[in-house]
C-alpha cells in the first residue's frame, strides 16, 4: 500500500562545505558482491557498529518508536520485498519500498528524514524509493544541504585524526571488505566526513547510531548506489 507524502519540505539549516559531515535486479558481476555483503557477521567483531561501539561502551540500540513529522507519514509495515542476514531483527517498516511522493524536489533527489529514520530517493510520476536508515546519536544529529562528491565500492576506512586522540587503540587503517564499519559502498557527502555507507548490523537500522553517518544495510546501499551518481543533491532534513 502506498502512503501519501506530504507536500512540503522544510530545510531548517544548511551547513557549509567545512561540516562534519539490490539494484531492481543484479548482474551476475555484482551477485558474489551481494552474497559477500550478506554473509553472517559475529556482533562482537568490527562489524557496522563497530566505532558506535566505541563511543556508546558496547550494548545493542533500543528501539524508539518514531515520531511523524510534517514532511512524511509514516508508511505501515510492509513484507519484506528483498531480504538478508539479519533482516528477521528489523522493524519491517525500515525495509526498502516504493512510495507515494509529492513533494518539491526533482526526480534523483536524496532526501534523508532524520527524526524518521527513513532515506527517500525521488522518483518520476510521484514516486519515490524510501529506505530505512540508521542517524546520528544525540548530539550527532545535522541537517543542510550536499551533493555526492564521490562513490566507492567497498571502501576502506580511516578514522580521522579526532577519532584517534580519543581512541588510540584504534587501527589507523582498515581494508574494505565485509567486516569494514563502511560497509559495501559509501557515498561521500561534500568535502564533509559525513558519508551514506552500508552496515552488515541490519539490526541497528531505524535507530540513533552514528556519529554523523547515514547507514543502510548492505543490500539497500547497494541498491541505492546504483541509481545515484556523483553530483546527486542530497537534503538531510
Known amino acids: 500500500m502506498h ?4 507536500p512540503a ?8 562545505g567545512t561540516a562534519w ?5 543484479l548482474s551476475p558481476d ?3 558482491i551481494l552474497a559477500a555483503a550478506q554473509a ?3 556482533r562482537s567483531g568490527l562489524g557496522g557498529g563497530f566505532i558506535e561501539y566505541l563511543f556508546s561502551g558496547g550494548g545493542e540500540p533500543r528501539y524508539v518508536e518514531p515520531q511523524p513529522n510534517r514532511a ?22 525500515y525495509l526498502r519500498q516504493e512510495v507515494e511522493y509529492h513533494g518539491g524536489e526533482a526526480p534523483g533527489t536524496i ?21 530505512g536508515v540508521g542517524v546520528g546519536r544525540p548530539g550527532f544529529t545535522w541537517a543542510g544541504v550536499h551533493t555526492i562528491s564521490a562513490k566507492k565500492e567497498w571502501p576502506d576506512w580511516v578514522p580521522p585524526e579526532e577519532m584517534l586522540e580519543r581512541q588510540p587503540a584504534l587501527p589507523h587503517f ?19 566526513l559525513y558519508r551514506i555507507h552500508g552496515s552488515n548490523e541490519p539490526w541497528t537500522i531505524g535507530h540513533n547510531v552514528s556519529s554523523g553517518c547515514i547507514r543502510l544495510r548492505n543490500a539497500d546501499v547497494i541498491d541505492l548506489y546504483s541509481r545515484v551518481k556523483v553530483g546527486t543533491k542530497v537534503v538531510v532534513l
Not at 509514516?74 to 531480504?83: H, L, S, T, V
Open 3 to 6: 502512503r501519501s507524502v506530504f
Open 9 to 16: 519540505i522544510i530545510i531548517a539549516a544548511s551547513i557549509g
Open 21 to 25: 559531515a539490490e539494484p531492481l535486479s
Open 30 to 32: 555484482e551477485r558474489p
Open 40 to 42: 553472517p557477521q559475529p
Open 72 to 93: 512524511y507519514a509514516a508508511a505501515p509495515a510492509a513484507a519484506p520485498q528483498y531480504e538478508q542476514q539479519g533482516d528477521d531483527q528489523m522493524d519491517p517498516r
Open 111 to 131: 532526501i534523508i528524514d532524520t527524526p524518521n529514520k527513513f532515506l527517500y530517493l525521488v522518483e518520476p510520476n510521484g514516486k519515490a524509493m524510501r529506505y
Open 174 to 192: 582498515m581494508a574494505g571488505g565485509p567486516g569494514n564499519p563502511l560497509g559495501a559502498r559509501a557515498m561521500y557527502l561534500g568535502s564533509t
